[in-house]
Nanobody, 129 residues
């Protein structure tokens, strides 16, 4: 049984940093795409960043709000997915979810939620001005 557990959420002032982690059990991180998504109150879940191995090298992708401020990484030895968030803004306030690819959904891109089968329970990040 696959289980993803996020940690690292909390409250931070604008301009500050936060590092989220996602630990997996029953799933090997090196086996597929991984992503971070977020859901703000009253808004749909949106992609933040994704990471995958294309057979030659590790690739990453970011939605515009995260570019230049967030960094996604994975530690295969620890089976951990990370999201380093810097220069945080109040608009980054949301519940952040990690996601892992399964057998289905591979026709979708790594920043599309339909690609992912497994999801964590989410961790709240609140950025105050």
């Amino acid at each position: 049984q696959v289980r993803l557990v996020e940690s690292g959420g909390g409250s931070v002032q604008a301009g500050g940093s936060r590092r989220l982690s996602c630990a997996a059990s029953g799933y090997t991180y090196s086996s597929g795409s991984l992503g971070w998504f977020r859901e703000a109150p009253g808004k749909e879940r949106e992609a933040v960043a994704a990471i995958w191995f294309d057979g030659t090298q590790t690739r990453t992708a970011y939605r515009d709000p995260a570019k230049g401020r967030f960094t996604i990484s994975q530690d295969n030895a620890k089976n951990t997915l990370n999201l380093q968030m810097n220069s945080l803004r109040p608009s980054d306030t949301a519940v952040y979810y990690c996601a892992a690819e399964g057998e289905k959904g591979r026709e979708y891109g790594p920043l599309q939620h339909q690609r992912y089968t497994y999801w964590g329970q989410g961790t709240q990040v609140t950025v105050s001005s």
